[in-house]
């Protein structure tokens, strides 16, 4: 379930503990930072293909959502050459803005690529693994 280099593998979960960071500190230029250009998101929540897209789907969770933690475990990690696949839990609180909470456990399963010495995010297909919602949790998204 890990294979390749201990430098390559701490280089990749070091992308996912910024991609959660970025999340949790509502920073969207550190967010795209772990996409490549062509980066694709696959799954439910919404699929998107490339900065322009990813950027708008990340306005699109934002303008309902006021907050959202958003911690990782890894589960995989397999490094070939410059491409890897790797897949993740997360554990999501997202508060609403018009009230209401929604916790999720989701799985990731990740394409990453190395450009320009740096592993980034090229496929992150995303499904809901547990949904505990609040009765009074308004997705709106």
Known sequence: MFTGSAEDQLKIRERIDSYCDAICRTALDDYLACWTEDGTRLGEGGECRGTA????????????????????????????????????????????????????????????????????????RYRIFLDESSPDAKDES
């Open 53 to 124: 897209e990813l950027r708008a789907h990340w306005d699109g969770i934002w303008r309902v959502v006021s907050k959202m933690a958003f911690m990782a475990q890894i589960g995989a990690i397999e490094v070939t050459g410059d491409h890897a696949r790797a897949r993740s839990y997360c554990l999501e609180i997202l508060q609403f803005r018009v009230g209401g909470t929604r916790r999720l456990i989701g799985t990731y399963d990740d394409k990453l690529r190395r450009v320009d010495g740096e592993w980034l995010f090229s496929e992150r």
